[in-house]
């Protein structure tokens, strides 16, 4: 009965996804229907009727402030995302009581047969039934599937899924907030472009001042003013390069929360290193084996294959049932012995690329200060005429590339940083 109930649930919460599937189509299909029977209309009203019918369907709400830490709640909690892990949890569970079924069904078939061959011989014959009835029904019971093999097999299956849940909630869990940190972070950093490619535009825009300024009174070349009027245009294609890749960006984060892909973020956290101590690698792998999913799967293959193995020990070593069933468990074990390998593996890696990406960052930050300190020290020789307008530019552009730089370097060692963390749990897939 529990049984029934739980796939009621599972049966209705499909069927819920699917009623919403199918209101998001003919949602589509009556919006297209709408645009192809009004062509003779003008622009102006379309773009309107489109408007509207887009302000209708998502609103654009006020300003949202939201920092990392609530995006990852709202993504975990609410939104498709977040309903498939809670299906896929609740299909865990029925799938779980179902090998109870099989299990319990089983054992009592085992049991029955048991009691059979208990029956003493005068009564078989008094109930009319034959005296090998309890090999009758083994031998049918074994063609079913019914033995002592199968059941403790089940038995495994049914411990496992019950065991592991929880841990296959998490993995989909995990996921949802892998997917949010990235686009969140890659926000930050398109942000931060953005920010320096404008400065990088006003330093340009106030050096063609300076420039304009120098030729007029004739401390200056038309070739400089060309130069600096170059450089300002490059510099206005870097803003609104940026500008729209931050806006890919935010229109991806709205998409991903359910918001109108127009919908205006405020992005509260900012572009910063990430704190906390680095776990020591060798302490960092034992988490890992302990916790890996994959690990979890490929023992228990093993042990099924064992298991499987007892149904052919008896049968002749040269026999291709036999043979067949001894590489099974050679090729379990050697799994078992390599997804351990793999994993270390994987963590050092993952170590190592922390390890790169702190040096690439110290290296970054040096190298944006001495570039800064550079550039202070050029403007003063070139405020004093000791300098052309070509080398003030040249600094301008070394500049504006050490600030990317150093915002590329953190960003990548806060991946590192994450992935180095991240694998040290269960991960993000299921088994």
Known sequence: MKRNKNFFIVKKSFKSLLSFVIVLTLVSTQSVSFAKTNDNVGNAEKDSDVKVSTEKMMPIRPVIKMSLEEAIEKMTTTGIMAETAELNKRL????????????????????????????????????????????????????????????????????????????????????????TTELYEGVLLAEKYTEMAEENLKTKKETLKNVNLRYEVGMDSKISVLQAKQALEEAKQSVEAAKNKAKELKMKFNLLLGNNVMQKIEFTDKLMKKKGDVTPVSQAIMRAIDNNMKIKGVDLKLKIKKLEFNEFKMYPKSSSKYLTAKHGIAEAEQNVKNIRSSIEMDVRNKKNILDEKTKSLDTALEMRESTLEIARLMKLMYAEGMINTDKILLVEMSVYKANTDYAK???????????????????????
Not at 409 to 430: H, I
């Open 92 to 179: 865990d569970k029925a799938e779980a009581e179902g090998y109870d079924e099989k299990y319990d069904k089983i054992r009592k078939t085992l049991r029955r047969i048991d009691d059979l061959q208990a029956i003493p011989p005068a009564m078989l014959a008094a109930l009319q039934l034959p005296s090998n009835i309890a090999m009758i029904k083994a031998s049918q019971a074994q063609s079913a599937g019914v033995t002592l093999n199968n059941k403790a097999i089940v038995k495994l299956l049914r411990d496992f899924k019950n065991e592991n849940i929880e841990n296959n909630y998490e993995a989909d869990m995990n996921k949802i907030k892998l997917l």
């Open 409 to 431: 370097a953190l960003s990548e060692y806060n991946k590192a940083f994450r992935e180095y963390e991240d694998v040290q749990g269960v991960g993000t897939e299921r088994i």
